[in-house]
């Protein structure tokens, strides 16, 4: 196929352009900033805000796998600009390019859109592609990690040095990148579902407790971990001093705080991937240990 890409610098839609690329399908690639040739890519020049940009990135493509988004804003309308102006914008294109599909990742987030202005934002965006009338299916990844991920490699950092600081005690679902992927493609082809919202996992039934996720971090490395999980007022706080320090750079922002102490990010069983389409293939235990390997050849530890 001809895929439009958009987030394909970033560390989900980097990912899924290396495994397009190896399935034999033609990439039109969204970026701000300039990059090296290859075979198989047209890098496209411009932003989700750039019209002209999304014409000339969706021209003649079967499909738009909508990756690019806000992760981290310093108000509402920095997440509203990012996640919902962004995804209205690239269906405009889509819909105009006549585009066979559009596959749109979303989040878990999405689910409980009082608890953050990002995942608001995420439910928004949803709500843009529900009343478009172009072919369409989302996706709604849960913690998603392997290697080349900056969002979860604090966990790892922690939990080579034997100690993990958890959230309030709940249960989450991970997916490795290269799954995620997988499945992007396989939504992206014209006789996949449509119309329905997804959440994929690594097919662990019922999610794991944020103790056990830890313990597959420390076995990564040998060890056992020891793990303390901290109270919601503490998670906060630490929140707003990380935002003093780092400015933008925070990982850890108040928003972000407020759905990490949430204590239910575990999949909905109801919303699987119909096992013709997709399933999931890395088992998290080997690929948690496969990412903290690349962490460590890389240097990143």
Not at 111 to 128: D, H, I, V
Not at 147 to 160: C, I, Q, S, V, Y
Not at 212 to 231: C, D, H, K, M, Q
């Amino acid at each position: 196929m001809k895929l439009a890409i958009t987030g394909a610098t970033g560390f989900v839609g980097g990912r899924l352009l290396e495994l397009a690329l190896s399935d034999g399908h033609e990439v039109r690639a969204l970026t701000r900033r300039p990059q090296a040739e290859r075979e198989g890519v047209t890098w496209v020049h411009g932003a989700l805000d750039h019209h002209h940009s999304l014409d000339h990135l969706t021209q003649g493509v079967d499909a738009v796998i909508h990756v690019a988004g806000v992760l981290n804003a310093r108000d509402a309308a920095g997440f509203e600009a990012g996640n919902v102006e962004g995804t209205r914008a690239m269906l405009g294109a889509a819909r105009n390019a006549g585009a066979k599909r559009f596959v749109h990742v979303s989040s878990l987030a999405a689910r409980e859109p009082k608890l953050s202005m990002y995942g608001a934002s995420k439910a928004r965006s949803e709500q843009l592609v529900h009343d478009s009338s172009i072919d369409s299916v989302i996706v709604r990844p849960p913690a998603v990690y392997g290697p080349g991920d900056k969002e979860t490699l604090e966990l790892f950092k922690m939990a080579k040095r034997g100690f993990v600081l958890l959230p309030p005690k709940g249960r989450l679902s991970v997916i490795h990148v290269d799954d995620l992927g997988r499945l992007l493609l396989a939504l992206a082809q014209p006789a996949a579902p449509a119309g329905d919202v997804f959440e994929p996992d690594d097919g662990q039934p019922g999610g794991w407790s944020h103790q056990e996720f830890a313990s597959v971090l420390g076995n990564a490395f040998g060890r056992s971990a020891i793990t303390f999980s901290a109270p919601s007022v503490l998670i906060r706080m630490g929140a707003t001093i990380d935002r003093w320090l780092r400015g933008d750079g925070a990982k850890l922002t108040p928003d972000r705080a407020s759905y990490f102490c949430h204590p239910d990010w575990v999949v909905d069983a109801g919303r699987s991937v119909p096992p013709d389409t997709w399933s999931a293939a890395i088992d998290t235990r080997r690929g948690v240990a496969d990412t903290a390997r690349w962490y460590e050849d890389g240097g990143w530890l």
